[in-house]
T-cell receptor, first 115, second 113 residues
Framework: NAGVTQTPKFQVLKTGQSMTLQCAQD?????MSWYRQDPGMGLRLIHY???????DQGEVPNGYNVSRSTTEDFPLRLLSAAPSQTSVYFC??????????????FGSGTRLTVV | AQKVTQAQTEISVVEKEDVTLDCVYETRDTTYYLFWYKQPPSGELVFLIRRNSFDEQNEISGRYSWNFQKSTSSFNFTITASQVVDSAVYFC??????????FGQGTILTVHP
């Protein structure tokens, strides 16, 4: 049971390049989400998904695309990288919240630098 | 809209002191979940505690305890007898039924030996 796996752990991009941050979970969680962490601002929600084929925007979605074709995977695509997207990215997953909701499992993060 | 405010940006204590981290939240949802996470220098997010909105019972778990008060929308977290290993950034977070988390800005805790 690997939990939430994010790849790569580190990445340097040039402005204008595109790339995909991978996120996979093996816990059969319905809910998955992407956050970015910038210094002094906590984590902010980029996109989230409540199940395969269903995604929605979070607080800071501009410049990012997501899709959820399977329960296990929730990739985050940067369409044209900008220096403002330099950040640490976290993926999280959970069961549907309810009375026995145990919380969210986070990946170890991807540190992205755009130069 | 959801909002979480951690008024304390940084706290510095000496080992064995008790320390309380404050968290105030805003939400219109009647069902929600409150969390505290720890982020050590290594960068991962470590789950500490969770409380559901329909359960205001406060508990103690080892050196950790929390005080959840719906009347004041507060969810404060206390570390008893702090240790150097407790030095980290602590985040309070508010979760909704749609799997979305709203984080506070974080409190940097430094425990000096």
């Amino acid at each position: 049971n690997a939990g939430v796996t994010q790849t790569p752990k580190f990445q340097v991009l040039k402005t204008g390049q595109s790339m995909t941050l991978q996120c996979a979970q093996d816990m059969n969680h319905e809910y998955m989400s992407w956050y970015r962490q910038d210094p002094g601002m906590g984590l902010r929600l980029i996109h989230y998904s409540v199940g395969a084929g269903i995604t929605d925007q979070g607080e800071v979605p501009n410049g990012y695309n997501v899709s959820r074709s399977t329960t296990e995977d929730f990739p985050l695509r940067l369409l044209s990288a900008a220096p403002s997207q330099t950040s640490v990215y976290f993926c999280a997953s959970s069961y549907q919240p309810g009375t026995s909701f145990a919380g969210y499992t986070f990946g170890s993060g991807t540190r992205l630098t755009v130069v | 809209a959801q909002k979480v405010t951690q008024a304390q940006t940084e706290i510095s204590v000496v080992e064995k002191e008790d320390v309380t981290l404050d968290c105030v939240y805003e939400t219109r949802d009647t069902t929600y979940y409150l969390f505290w996470y720890k982020q050590p220098p290594s960068g991962e997010l470590v789950f500490l505690i969770r409380r559901n909105s329909f359960d205001e019972q406060n508990e103690i778990s080892g050196r950790y305890s929390w005080n959840f008060q719906k009347s004041t929308s507060s969810f404060n977290f206390t570390i008893t007898a702090s240790q150097v290993v407790d030095s980290a950034v602590y985040f309070c977070a508010l979760g909704t039924s749609y799997g979305k988390l709203t984080f506070g800005q974080g409190t940097i805790l430094t425990v000096h030996p």
